[in-house]
């Protein structure tokens, strides 16, 4: 998805979720090297720091984890360098550093905002819409953000509230 996306939109900023980064991190070292990690807190600091890489720069990223390594080989932690294996592979190759470090730019570290506005979209939808329900909903929820934008820019920050008319 990620070349994907670069291909059609040559500018765009691709940061991965945090939280999505630290679930699979997690997941892994319970089928690989739980009871290490819980039983030697030397691994279990290891452990931690391997998940804060995100916040890490990423020029100390590749020796941190070659010292990590180099420990577990020597006091043979078999299970932690099976994790330490799937972390080179995953995120030192698979995926670019960028995608997924955050030094000096932590704007947004989840994608909570993108999986809010996909809620609310399942909500707008009953059922799987067309592609063009789907654009048109699309660009009727850009014209109202760009509304409530241009309110608030204004200083307009409630909605005027509906009156009740009784027709008595």
Known sequence: ????????????????CVWHYKRSLEVQKNRLCYNEVESNHKIYLFYKTITNFPFINP?????????????????????FLNFLEYF??????????QYWNYYNDINHITNNASESFNNYLK??????????????????????????????????????????????
Do not use: M
């Open 88 to 97: 080179n592979k995953t995120y030192l190759y698979k995926y670019d550093i």
């Open 1 to 16: 998805v990620t070349n994907a996306a670069i291909k059609i939109f040559p500018n765009i900023t691709i940061k991965y």
């Open 123 to 168: 909500k707008l939808f009953y059922k799987k819409p067309s592609f063009f329900e789907l654009i048109y909903h699309l660009k009727r929820e850009e014209s109202l953000s760009y509304y409530n934008y241009e309110r608030k820019i204004e200083g307009v920050w409630k909605k005027k509230k509906k009156k009740n008319i009784n027709k008595n």
């Open 59 to 79: 020029e100390y990223i590749f020796d941190i984890y070659n010292y990590i390594k180099i420990i577990c080989q020597i006091y043979n932690y078999f299970h």
